[in-house]
Nanobody, 124 residues
Framework: QVQLVESGGGFVQAGGSLRLSCAASGRTFSTYAVGWFRQAPGKERNFVAAIPWSGSSTYYADSVKGRFTISMDNAKNTVYLQMNSLKPEDTAVYYC?????????????????WGLGTLVTISS
């Protein structure tokens, strides 16, 4: 099993920044990559960004490219999501997830483990 714990959510004004953290523990070696997803009120959960544990590449949804940066600290088994130039439409619960799949298909149904989420609220 893999345990994922998100932190860093909060309330900020539009244009501001937040950094989310995802601390992973357990059998992380059984997973290939970690991703961030988000779910706005009344909407489906969507992919935001992903990074393999190798750190060899990063993947982003078009809606966050150029504003969000995913990174990791392998020594701490922690993945970060730096979010800049935040917009009200970024308001959502942000989830960290891990997958053992290597096909880079970041659909949420392909993720094997999930955290409980952290709420991000952006005011206009």
């Amino acid at each position: 099993q893999v345990q994922l714990v998100e932190s860093g959510g909060g309330f900020v004004q539009a244009g501001g920044s937040l950094r989310l953290s995802c601390a992973a523990s357990g059998r992380t070696f059984s997973t290939y990559a970690v991703g961030w997803f988000r779910q706005a009120p009344g909407k489906e959960r969507n992919f935001v960004a992903a990074i393999p544990w190798s750190g060899s590449s990063t993947y982003y949804a078009d809606s966050v490219k150029g504003r969000f940066t995913i990174s990791m600290d392998n020594a701490k088994n922690t993945v970060y999501l730096q979010m800049n130039s935040l917009k009200p439409e970024d308001t959502a619960v942000y989830y960290c997830a891990a997958t053992g799949r290597i096909d880079k298909n970041w659909a949420d149904y392909n993720m094997d483990y999930w955290g409980l989420g952290t709420l991000v609220t952006i005011s206009s």
